[in-house]
């Protein structure tokens, strides 16, 4: 007799869609809390889908020349000061350590919040001639950021991700690695997370502590907020001036080298999750899900259903699928609840009566859609259906953003429109901080990107009634 | 014209051992230093050979069905004192955070020496019965030990390692675990390291703090010292009690969990460098090798060699081998010094002469043998050398081992024998605490384990003359 395992419910999302990301992320055993608030545990299911994430990256990072480095966990306190802006920016949050072994130190040291200041520490030794460069490093590890207010994946005071640090001989080619960087982060949100970006630049305000310029990909979730989702920086020789790295030029010129950084971290995974999941739980793009097809036997009990069930499986592992089959006591409406909550995009399940006809039920997480599959078509119907889910789940984003993104004329308009809808807003900007200002203080909304795209929408600022330099993105962010 | 760039020179390995090896692992570019002492960076080439044994044990710790999972770096000092032994071991070498944000924190929180409090934590929020059980969990991440004395590889205050966790519903099951990871260990350095190991367990004075048991093994190094390159820990249910574990068995009782955890760390790769390296440096056993084989052209200024080079690399990189080609102005003295020196396992030339003959010259960083091989059979050869490589490797560390290898009678010839030919004592002991005492403070050595392969040297103990228990090995250690 199958066990009555209860199953588990989750908020809506139309009630309270923070209770309802909570929810996912417990229950489809993504995190739990550590004794340390902000400093989550990434458990097995989590963790996989992470590791799935990294390795596409960082098999695009080494295909792009990119090589993996391990810099140390503390900053001195005086190394981080040696860049004012970058100081400014990351101090009041950095966690400090003052006491190693039982000594108080003579300098306090910061956890990494971000790792600027090593590389070009590091660089500064290693650095003398242009055949050294371009230096195109890149660091998977923890930083802490000590927030106030934290939730899973969304803002921890630790969290993880990999940190590109690249160091070139020209102002151009640091650029283009820049901006190259953006469509690799752009490349992986839409291909394999299937979530649509916007792709464009920071404004002066919203940039990163010490870059020149800050490129940003911008997705928005199911509650219309936006995500930032991958940033890339420009820096110029800023630092390098201040941390003294120069290299003798092909025309034995003394000069100072261009810098960028960039970095994608585990708060993609809570895009993802605000992306694609429902009120069932989560629902995971194929191509990074841990567990793509699970197969559950339906009466299980009745002669040869096991044996069948485990062939079935065994034909799906050898297809390069990765599969899981669940032969447990559990119910079967546990089960399916279950591997719903978990968001694996294909149940298929297989009864006495499938074996009868050769075949089996497939059934698609996104949109519950039921597809008989002959048994010897598996190889070929399976990478299909999971084909199709990714499309599918690239496609209902898409209409997400794509239907809420709105053209406003004015700063009253912009505000009504993210009152009645939520959304993106886009306006015409005259390019003024005070503009920015009066944005977020009447309407709630920060600035999400200068577009690459840029549309005409209008001669004049949203805002002031000036004349209009660019398009730009507003919206309520993460 | 070649551009004539410096050899970098190493000690010698006879005049001063400690020297050698520093000088090896920045000359290669394994290391940089950091500000901070003990806090060592590690650069693309000494990260790549990390990355290559972390791709092998990863495979083997999944395959036997283990998870990654990323636990929080910062510990609670509360959560950390809850199992007596553990704390008074790692108190000591702790590093605090006291500060977070501005704010001074109400309880410190030390960065993670080790997991085993974390683990157990979750643990308690999560195991109920017999049904969750086992878990066996796996984490990558560096830890911070506050050391005094430290060295690149063998004594960091940082390092990156892993640690697995588990926990069983059984006594018999726990311990089959952990004698299975130390398996794992030993697989990983005789069969991809070529380094031959003792497989043993830890006396009560040198196991992990808060183990019941501690299993190890035991390296030697070329200066005859001993190198503990892995070690794995049974705790029966010491932490379960603490942190309050508890399930229901099948037999519907509460019970307490039987836990093991064990780790490897980059310190193995200082293991690499003092088992196989020479006074021309690095010495790399193929299977982790970033690169395998290196092209060189001779004379490449002569029509038509840069073309054959590129197409023999191509080829060789087609044949499933990590391959770099240099095509670089240096000369060929410095291009052979340096790929000599970072221990490239195969250095194949070609010049006009030998593309005359249908033939390239192979040439083993081992023992310098030059193999004349047909350009038409490169994808069967050069595997077969690389093999032969690490065959070569295996063996005469085994030779090192087995020839500095002793067996004393009496402390007196246990002393004299470590001072005249370093290297292994085994002796047999008694199994009093006093006795490894006094082994350690007149003849300067530890106990290193108490090998599986037990022998009968003699019927007494070798320092107290008192009925032998077991048989030990006694070494100086790293």
Known sequence: MAKEKKVEQITDMEVDFAQWFTDVCTKAELVDYSGIKGCFIMRPYGYAIWENIQKILDGMFKRDGHENVSMPMLIPESLLQKEKD?????????????????????????????????????????????????????????????????????????????????????????????????????????????????????????????????YTIECMMHDKKALQSGTSHFFGDGFARQFGITFTDKDNQQKYPMQTSWGMSTRIIGGIIMTHGDNNGLVLPPRIAPIQVVVVPVAQHKPGVTEKAQALFEAIQAAGIRAKIDLSDNSMGWKCAQYEMKGVPLRVELGPKDIENGVCMAVRRDNGEKISVKLEEIAQRLPELLDAVQQGLYEKAKRNLDEHTYVAHSLEEAKELQEKNGGFIKTMWCGDLQCELDMKEKAGMSSRCIPFKQEHLDDVCACCGKPAKTMIYWGVAY
Chains 1, 2 share one sequence.
């Open 86 to 214: 970058h100081v400014e920016g990351f101090a009041p949050e950095c966690a400090w350590v003052t006491v190693g072994g039982s000594e108080e130190l003579p300098e306090r040291l910061c956890i990494r919040p971000t790792s600027e200041t090593l590389f070009c520490d590091h660089w500064s030794h290693i650095v003398h001639s242009w055949r050294d460069l371009p230096m195109l490093y890149n660091q998977w590890c923890s930083v802490l950021r000590w927030e106030k207010t934290t939730r899973p994946f969304l803002r921890g005071r630790e969290f993880l991700w990999q940190e590109g640090h690249t160091l070139h001989a020209t102002e151009e080619e640091a650029r283009a690695e820049t901006l190259h960087q953006l469509e690799v982060y752009a490349d992986v949100c839409e291909n394999y997370l299937a979530m649509p970006v916007i792709r464009g630049n920071k404004t002066d305000k919203e940039k990163f502590a010490g870059a020149e310029n800050t």
